[in-house]
């Protein structure tokens, strides 16, 4: 018998893959009734997290960060009238 304890996670974390993973993509905003006043874009990139807990569990991330932007009728290289520079996404869940 020993005196030692081991201390084990209830369940095991695993990690998707152990590559990096990560994800773009573009928002456009529109203006009117009708949207059909363009007000700008936004460009985003940014890396990825999923791992699975046990067999239920999971939890993934992301960050993202503006790139490029245009707002309407600026000149600038990022939107940031319309979008917000950063986007930080975290989500929790369990599959039944």
Known sequence: MSSRGDLKPAAPIEPSAGRP??????LRRYDGLGLNGFAGQAFYIGPTFYATFGER?????????QVWGA?????GALDL????R???????GARF
């Open 81 to 84: 009238d319309n979008f917000e």
């Open 57 to 65: 569990y999971f939890v993934s991330a992301a960050w993202n960060v």
């Open 86 to 92: 950063h986007h930080v996404k975290l989500r929790v």
């Open 71 to 75: 707002a309407a009728g600026s000149s």
């Open 21 to 26: 993973h990560g994800e773009a993509h573009n």
